[in-house]
C-alpha cells in the first residue's frame, strides 16, 4: 500500500513539473539562428531557422529610415520562402526556415562598404538567443553589433570573425519582442558593388527649390508673358493708332440733319466700344426705337410715394421689317403680339429674352464687319484655354512637387494660365474698318458732350437733339443731354411733350431730364438684374 502512494506521489510530481515547465519555456522565448551572405549588386540573402515555438508568429520589418534632411533610406525585402509577407509584415509558422533577399543594407564609406541589417527586430515574441553568420565577397575589414532598441548603442553579447577573416559570427541573447540585433560588417571597397535606396522626402521648401532649372523656366514665363501683351498691343494698338488720325475726321450734323458717325446705331456703338453686349446697350436701344417712330413711351401719373412706370406702346404702321436682326429681336421680346405693355411687367419676364437680343448684336458687328470673330466667343475661347492650362498646371504642380523639386514649374504654368484666362477678355481684336469706326465714334462722343450745337434750323432741332440721345444713353451723358432736350422750344413757351415721349399731366420738358434719368436705370433693373454703363 505504501508502495503504491509513493508511485502515484512520483507521478504528481512529474506531471507538476512538466506543466510549470511549459510556461518557463514560452516565457523563454525563440531561438533564431540566422545566416548572411552578401552577393554582388548588394542584394543580401537572408536564412534564418526559427525554433523553440510552435504556431504563428509574426516578424514587422524595419523597412524605411532617416538617411538626412532630404532623404530617407528603403530596405527592400522579396523573394520570401517558408513565410508570408503582407506589407512589412512577415508571418511564419515556428518552427520553421524562412529565407529572403534585401537590398539596400549596403553603403560605401571611404576606403569600405559597410553592410548594416535589422538581423532580429520586429518579432511579436521574445528572443531567448540569436546566433549570426555572416559571409561577403571579400575578406571582413570591420565588424560592431548593437542589441536593445532600435536606437540603441549597447553592444551584441558576442561578436567575432573566423580565422581566415572571411567570416563574421555574433550572438546576442534575451530580446523583448520588438527590439532588435543590428550587425555592421565592413568589406573592402567595390566588394559588392552595393549602394543605399534612397526616396526623396516631401516638404514644401524642397518641392519649390529655385534653382537654374525652374529660375530659367520662371525667367522664359516672363519674357512669354511680355511677348503676349507685346503682340496684344499690336493686334489692339492699332485701334488707338487710328484713333489719333481719324478722331476729328467727324461731323454729325450735315445739312441740319443727324449723322451718326458711319451711320452705326447706339446698341451697335455700345458693342463697338468695349466688345461688350451690355445692359445699356438693350436699354439705348429701346430710347432709339422710340426716337425713330416704332413705340412711344408714355410716362404714367403717380402718387408721391408710387414706383416709378412708364407704358411701352407700340405705333401703327411702324415698318417693323426695316429693322437689324438686334433690334427685331428686342421689338418682338417687348410686345409678344400686344400692343402695349407696362415696364414693370417686364421685370423678371424680360431676362429669358435677353440672350437671344445679346446674341444677335454680337452677330451684327461680325455682319458689319469690325470684328473678324465674335468677340464673346473670342473671349470664352481664350478664357477656357487659360481655364484649362491652369488645371493643367495644378496637377502639375501637384506632381511635381510630390515626385521632384521642379514644382515651381507647375506654378509657371498656373500663372500663365490665369494670365491668358484674364487677357483673353482683351482678346478680341477689330479689324481696319472697326477700328475706324471706334475713331469715329470716340470724335462723335467728343462732339456731344462739347456743348457746340452749331447753327441747327429751327424746325430740326426736337428731332435732331432726339435722335442724339440714344447715344447719350451709351455714353452715360443722360443727363447733361436730356437738359439739351429739355431746352428746346417751338413757340417761345415751355413744350409740354416730345413726339416720343408723353408724360402725365401737368408734366412740361422741365421735367424730362429727371423724368429720362429714372427711365433709363429702371429700365436696365427690368430687363436684367444689372446696369453697367462704361468708361471710355
Same mark, same amino acid.
Given at each position: 500500500?505504501?508502495?503504491?502512494?509513493?508511485?502515484?506521489?512520483?507521478?504528481?510530481?512529474?506531471?507538476?513539473?512538466?506543466?510549470? =515547465?511549459? %510556461?518557463?519555456?514560452?516565457?523563454?522565448?525563440?531561438?533564431?539562428?540566422?545566416?548572411?551572405?552578401?552577393?554582388?549588386?548588394? @542584394?543580401?540573402?537572408?536564412?534564418?531557422?526559427?525554433?523553440?515555438?510552435? &504556431?504563428?508568429?509574426?516578424?514587422?520589418?524595419?523597412?524605411?529610415?532617416?538617411?538626412?534632411?532630404?532623404?530617407?533610406?528603403?530596405?527592400?525585402?522579396? #523573394? +520570401?520562402?517558408?513565410?508570408?509577407?503582407?506589407?512589412?509584415?512577415?508571418? /511564419?509558422?515556428?518552427?520553421?526556415?524562412?529565407? *529572403?533577399?534585401?537590398?539596400?543594407?549596403?553603403?560605401?564609406?571611404?576606403?569600405?562598404?559597410?553592410?548594416?541589417?535589422?538581423?532580429?527586430?520586429?518579432?511579436?515574441?521574445?528572443?531567448?538567443? =540569436?546566433? /549570426?553568420?555572416? !559571409?561577403?565577397?571579400?575578406?571582413?575589414?570591420?565588424?560592431?553589433?548593437?542589441?536593445?532598441?532600435?536606437? !540603441?548603442?549597447? &553592444?551584441?553579447?558576442?561578436?567575432?570573425?573566423?580565422?581566415?577573416?572571411?567570416?563574421?559570427?555574433?550572438?546576442?541573447?534575451?530580446?523583448?519582442?520588438?527590439?532588435?540585433?543590428?550587425?555592421?560588417?565592413?568589406? %573592402?571597397?567595390?566588394?559588392?558593388?552595393?549602394? %543605399?535606396?534612397?526616396?526623396?522626402?516631401?516638404?514644401? =521648401?524642397?518641392?519649390?527649390?529655385?534653382?537654374?532649372?525652374?529660375?530659367?523656366?520662371?525667367?522664359?514665363?516672363?519674357?512669354?508673358?511680355?511677348?503676349?501683351?507685346?503682340?496684344? *498691343?499690336?493686334?489692339?494698338?492699332?485701334?488707338?493708332?487710328?484713333?489719333?488720325?481719324?478722331?476729328?475726321?467727324?461731323?454729325?450734323?450735315?445739312?441740319?440733319?443727324?449723322?451718326?458717325?458711319?451711320? +452705326?446705331?447706339?446698341?451697335?456703338?455700345?458693342?463697338?466700344?468695349?466688345?461688350?453686349?451690355?445692359?445699356?446697350?438693350?436699354?439705348?436701344?429701346? +430710347?432709339?426705337?422710340?426716337?425713330?417712330?416704332?413705340?412711344?413711351?408714355?410716362?404714367?401719373?403717380?402718387?408721391?410715394?408710387?414706383?416709378?412706370?412708364?407704358?411701352?406702346?407700340?405705333?401703327?404702321?411702324?415698318?417693323?421689317? !426695316?429693322?437689324?436682326?438686334?433690334?427685331?429681336?428686342?421689338?418682338?421680346?417687348?410686345?409678344?403680339?400686344?400692343?402695349? /405693355?407696362?415696364? $414693370?411687367?417686364?421685370?423678371?419676364?424680360?431676362?429669358?429674352?435677353?440672350?437671344?437680343?445679346?446674341?444677335?448684336?454680337?452677330?451684327?458687328?461680325?455682319?458689319? &464687319?469690325?470684328?473678324?470673330?465674335?468677340?464673346?466667343?473670342?473671349?470664352?475661347?481664350?478664357?477656357?484655354?487659360?481655364?484649362?492650362?491652369?488645371?493643367?498646371?495644378?496637377?502639375?504642380?501637384?506632381?511635381?512637387?510630390?515626385?521632384?523639386?521642379?514644382?515651381?514649374?507647375?506654378?509657371?504654368?498656373?500663372?500663365?494660365?490665369?494670365?491668358?484666362?484674364?487677357? &483673353?477678355?482683351?482678346?478680341?481684336?477689330? @479689324?481696319?474698318?472697326?477700328?475706324?469706326?471706334?475713331?469715329? @465714334?470716340?470724335?462723335?462722343?467728343?462732339?456731344?458732350? $462739347?456743348?457746340?450745337?452749331?447753327?441747327? %434750323?429751327?424746325?430740326?432741332?426736337?428731332?435732331?437733339?432726339?435722335?442724339?440721345?440714344? *447715344?447719350?444713353?451709351?455714353?452715360?451723358?443722360?443727363?447733361?443731354?436730356?437738359?439739351? /432736350?429739355?431746352? +428746346?422750344?417751338? #413757340?417761345?413757351?415751355?413744350?409740354? #411733350?416730345?413726339?416720343?415721349?408723353?408724360?402725365?399731366?401737368?408734366?412740361?420738358?422741365?421735367?424730362?431730364?429727371?423724368?429720362?434719368? @429714372?427711365?433709363?436705370?429702371?429700365? !436696365?433693373?427690368?430687363?436684367? =438684374?444689372?446696369?453697367?454703363?462704361?468708361?471710355?
Amino acid at each position: 500500500m505504501t508502495g503504491i502512494r509513493l508511485m502515484l506521489a512520483g507521478l504528481g510530481a512529474a506531471v507538476l513539473a512538466l506543466t510549470s =515547465a511549459a %510556461p518557463a519555456m514560452a516565457e523563454a522565448g525563440i531561438t533564431d539562428e540566422v545566416t548572411l551572405t552578401l552577393g554582388k549588386g548588394g @542584394t543580401l540573402h537572408v536564412v534564418e531557422k526559427i525554433t523553440g515555438a510552435t &504556431g504563428e508568429l509574426k516578424r514587422t520589418f524595419l523597412t524605411r529610415t532617416r538617411y538626412d534632411d532630404d532623404s530617407d533610406r528603403l530596405y527592400q525585402v522579396s #523573394n +520570401v520562402k517558408g513565410g508570408k509577407l503582407v506589407g512589412d509584415v512577415l508571418t /511564419v509558422t515556428a518552427p520553421t526556415t524562412v529565407e *529572403y533577399d534585401v537590398k539596400g543594407a549596403v553603403t560605401p564609406s571611404g576606403d569600405i562598404e559597410e553592410l548594416r541589417w535589422f538581423v532580429v527586430n520586429g518579432w511579436d515574441t521574445p528572443v531567448a538567443k =540569436a546566433t /549570426v553568420k555572416v !559571409s561577403g565577397p571579400g575578406p571582413v575589414q570591420a565588424l560592431s553589433c548593437f542589441a536593445g532598441e532600435l536606437t !540603441s548603442a549597447i &553592444g551584441c553579447t558576442s561578436a567575432s570573425m573566423n580565422h581566415t577573416g572571411t567570416e563574421a559570427g555574433f550572438e546576442q541573447e534575451n530580446l523583448a519582442p520588438g527590439q532588435a540585433l543590428t550587425v555592421v560588417v565592413g568589406y %573592402p571597397k567595390g566588394a559588392s558593388g552595393g549602394a %543605399p535606396i534612397l526616396e526623396k522626402r516631401f516638404s514644401l =521648401a524642397s518641392a519649390f527649390t529655385l534653382d537654374a532649372v525652374t529660375g530659367g523656366a520662371l525667367a522664359g514665363l516672363l519674357v512669354l508673358m511680355l511677348g503676349g501683351v507685346g503682340l496684344l *498691343y499690336w493686334t489692339r494698338g492699332r485701334d488707338a493708332r487710328v484713333v489719333g488720325h481719324e478722331k476729328g475726321a467727324i461731323d454729325p450734323v450735315q445739312n441740319g440733319h443727324f449723322s451718326p458717325p458711319d451711320g +452705326v446705331r447706339p446698341g451697335q456703338i455700345g458693342t463697338l466700344v468695349d466688345e461688350q453686349a451690355d445692359v445699356v446697350d438693350v436699354t439705348a436701344t429701346i +430710347v432709339d426705337l422710340a426716337v425713330r417712330g416704332y413705340l412711344r413711351i408714355d410716362e404714367q401719373p403717380r402718387q408721391a410715394y408710387d414706383a416709378p412706370d412708364w407704358m411701352l406702346v407700340r405705333l401703327p404702321n411702324a415698318p417693323a421689317g !426695316s429693322l437689324l436682326p438686334y433690334e427685331k429681336a428686342l421689338y418682338d421680346a417687348i410686345f409678344e403680339g400686344r400692343d402695349a /405693355v407696362l415696364l $414693370s411687367q417686364l421685370s423678371g419676364a424680360f431676362a429669358s429674352h435677353l440672350g437671344e437680343v445679346r446674341d444677335a448684336l454680337y452677330s451684327d458687328v461680325v455682319t458689319q &464687319g469690325w470684328f473678324a470673330r465674335r468677340p464673346d466667343t473670342e473671349r470664352t475661347r481664350w478664357t477656357l484655354i487659360g481655364l484649362a492650362l491652369i488645371g493643367v498646371g495644378v496637377l502639375a504642380t501637384v506632381a511635381l512637387a510630390w515626385f521632384t523639386t521642379y514644382g515651381l514649374l507647375g506654378l509657371a504654368v498656373i500663372i500663365a494660365g490665369g494670365a491668358l484666362a484674364v487677357g &483673353g477678355q482683351y482678346m478680341p481684336a477689330k @479689324t481696319a474698318k472697326g477700328s475706324a469706326a471706334l475713331a469715329h @465714334t470716340l470724335g462723335f462722343r467728343e462732339y456731344l458732350f $462739347s456743348g457746340e450745337l452749331g447753327e441747327v %434750323p429751327e424746325q430740326h432741332r426736337v428731332e435732331l437733339f432726339s435722335r442724339y440721345l440714344p *447715344y447719350a444713353v451709351i455714353f452715360d451723358g443722360v443727363e447733361h443731354w436730356s437738359r439739351v /432736350v429739355a431746352s +428746346v422750344t417751338g #413757340n417761345g413757351h415751355q413744350a409740354d #411733350n416730345l413726339y416720343w415721349y408723353h408724360g402725365p399731366a401737368e408734366w412740361d420738358l422741365s421735367k424730362f431730364a429727371g423724368s429720362m434719368r @429714372t427711365f433709363t436705370t429702371t429700365t !436696365s433693373g427690368a430687363i436684367s =438684374a444689372t446696369r453697367q454703363f462704361r468708361t471710355l
